[in-house]
């Protein structure tokens, strides 16, 4: 089966700042061999983390506009991306694809096991993009792998009693994000309105955990273990 | 300056149908020619109309998904676009670019003064699409025409008292469109979370008006007359 | 081996107004599969029909000249490529290939069993399209399904009399196209210069055949059924 | 005005063999300059030539099909394509587009006075290439610059009483030609019936000239000298 | 006349970690203004800097090979690229190019006053591409803004007595930098030999300043003040 | 495993002149045969040969500069490569990749089993090339097939007594070829600096023979026979 997997860019902050990356990078790569070994194909979607976060404040200290901050967020997501393709195994598609056409043309070659991809367009998270190239390789999975445990009932950054839902409706989370997120991006990180919308009409079985747990996917994936907040959409 | 102007596809319908579409092609050209001989440069964003409608029609009835709807969408809307890039004079980029770098290419060249385009990425709108042009060229204003006059406070097909706002702030939008869209587009159409979300991060001055209404904007943009409805985001 | 068949535009006019589209697709879907669970290739080649013919009226009324009118009918046919390419199975490449480059790039990788394309170039028909598709695929059979039954010896529309011919030499056919080809296309819709061109150098086993009798393509390639009209290049 | 000049790939076996290039080279060179120095733009098509030939030669021994002896002799026109855009002064477009789209794009941009291009299309020979090129780009003269001093009414290598033509109706060219082409490029380079088609349907002024009265265009165009034969298209 | 500018990496390090990043902006957006306004082009190329060293640094210790951190490092330079371009005026050509092509392209437009760029390939440095944007684009300077304040007669990180050399004959700049560079990249950034190679077969007037001095270089393509180091290539 | 084989211009100099080009074409195809049907993938870089050497000496005299003449030599080994690439099997990349991600899509579909390209880039010889390609493929062995037995102490074409060196360190050779090479390319061929720099950091086993022992090549990396000679790097 197919799956997509959203990796935070805050996973290459910890990789770069980090006395071993070795470790993180071994994690990785254990759980993409197993799922690959077993005949899966993966689709890594990264984002741009703290390099995005510098490069985008220099900008709009110096009055670029969003649309420009959006593309420098995504040139940091590829360089990102880069790193990341050249470090799994040869399996991977060799280039980072720049928009869904790229995608597409990588996607029907076999050959290619993992395809890592940044973001492509401004405007749209990469959990947006996540999103789409879930529906369009009809991923079984979504998992989106983030710097929380899951999906809180309410901003933990603010609020000391939020908890954790073991499983979240769509709509109720469509609920939860209204109150938390601004137009601008980056405060409290999570799926973005164009993720949500093709959750819904694709009807994408989508779970949100950290990236910490990231060698347990397999686990996940095979039913054995159940960790972060499932997104639910069947009873929409 | 720069002015984008999104055209309904029902613009287009109207156009095949209707026996002296010389009429409507005519009035498009003297509106454009009025603008670019002043100096100013247009882009244009088409949508897919009827043609869109019946192949979406019958990929639905064949159980196609909604990715792969988007992009037969996406198709229908260019093939209006190369129809009316040609029906416009020699400024016209003689090409329809399919993504933001092929967009962007074609604006960094300052002789096409008319930039024809249609839908670019699925999961989202035409009227997503204008917004990102219109922020990508700072453009000053963002004309959509549509098959209504302009926005009102209640979805007009379902209630007989709906009225027509002649200027609305972006967040009462927000509101009224959260209870007319669904999930899949078509039925009411109007502008989506994209389009409001670039339109709120960068300012632009934007009015909704009938297609038929195409010859008036000139006077529009010198703010000569006003018609449709005004989207207002300076108080947000 | 590898199999051309081109598709009259006219197919996806029944396609989209007949009340039954599943029929259609299910035939053609369960031909494809039929060669391909064979191990044989299949490229498809698409005409604009009914809609091209529209958009070109319109285009032709308002003066376009004949190469802007080929560009339109080129993207008329896109958009029936596109939806049939969603129409079949996983093994169909998931883009419409826009020139001889990305055809041959799609053709290197032998995971897409099937490839969708529609016209090149001003200048050609889907029918030159198809026979170059042929040549470079070497491809052992070109299959034009068309409106008609076969080839007959006089143009039909006109002549009463006419019979079709269960084969012909490719020098009589030039000479019966000689007879009823204008410069203008569209009235009676059969192989272009360049398609008789390439069919005669690369010597390529054609047969033109009704849409309807497309479920009868794999009984025709294994030798055990005779319909339409057999181009015969042999002897020249 | 725009002006398309196809130039036979045997005048680059001149410009190798020959012991003074520059001479070739400052005659065209002039001759653009004396177009370009008006405000015409001027678009050059070129052939293959000798090299073309012998790489063909070679590959035909070898068994390789007409497509891929076509793809080798557009590779040898390139060659040419490129050396020639180079000779040329700054306001030549840098590169050889390799398609349509290519040439479209770099066609729109106002600063490229001068395109080069080589062919394009496996199935259509260079003043095939050079006759869309005309009416892509509205030319007023397409002007073939081969190694005949125009058009013959009998094919001029095997009759010693051929006469060459002033002015020929198209009509009367296609007659012509029919009786002196074979199938396979090469023994009698004229107008192919790509061309023929493009320049009836498009009504272009087209002039048939030795090259070596390259430096005389200028003054044919202007309408005060008449070289060559012209092909006649307003009467049919 | 055409300007290259190369501006090492280093530059963005100071931009990301000062205080005032608005200082070197400005600074650069004058000087910038100051040429374009007189009439020059300018070609910026730029180096990937302190993100390219830590993300080239983690790839090595994870045993990437050297192909795939130049790769790397090609992205970081185009993360810098991309926001300078965005940090410029509007004659600044909107994307970064990728390949030589993309870049010529670009160079074609002449409305693209500013074309910023970083790496092209593996195995060469942006000194290297610099030298090749200057040459193509017959550039009358090439500077190389980099962060010493010239070239020295001896590694000057090594060498307490190491002089600045106020002319530099490019051959003893072969010399000296024989005895100072190794395989890998890094440690004494200065000039690669694909650099002195064009350098010396095109006669580029090149100096070698210090970014601080950014500001300085419309005095030196005017002749009002000689900073740095000039390579002498006339005497070779 | 991954073999990279440079092929010599002069090369195709022997396949153009001489009476039996079958001759050579069979030993090449039956040397690359018998290691494909070994599991093993073949990247071809060949050179330009005598056509690049006319066509480069026409631009000299004509001024040209060394960026354009390295651009035209670049199109003359495309030329080459794209007669290579249709005269080898069904196995080949049907293309010739003009930059290094055209190469690393192509090599990513393992279909292709040989991929044949040219030059890639100004100011950079094909043995550049070909050493980037070994790199980025990991291939176990790069095998230069130039027109010398191999590599001598001293320039051959000089001195009488220059002796064949069955190996030579990577050191020694840069000594020797720094007393053989001027700044024009094209006297005494041989690995260019950039080669010699990828061949070091990536420490690739490359041999040196001549064309005339293409067919040997499966017995040397079967290390059943030593001709030409090796360049050591593993004692650097």
Known sequence: MNITIKISGKFFDQLLYNRNPEDYVTRLRDMIFSLTSEGHRIFLVVGGGEIARNYISIGRKLNLNEFSLDIIGIYASRLNAVLLSYLLNDDTYPLVPTDMEDFLQAFSNKNNKVIVIGGLQPGQSTSGVAALIAESTRSEYLIDCTNVDGIYDKDPSKNNDA??????????????LSNVQGVNAGTYE???????????????????????????????????????????VSSY
Do not use: C, M, Q, Y
């Open 190 to 232: 999570l799926i973005d309105p164009l993720a949500i919308k093709i959750i819904k009409r694709a009807r994408i079985k989508t779970f949100v955990i950290h990236f910490n747990d990231i060698d347990k996917i397999p686990f996940l994936v095979r039913g054995k273990l159940k960790i972060g907040s499932e997104i639910l």
């Open 163 to 176: 908890k954790i839902l073991s499983s979240v409706n769509v709509k109720e989370l469509e609920k939860i």
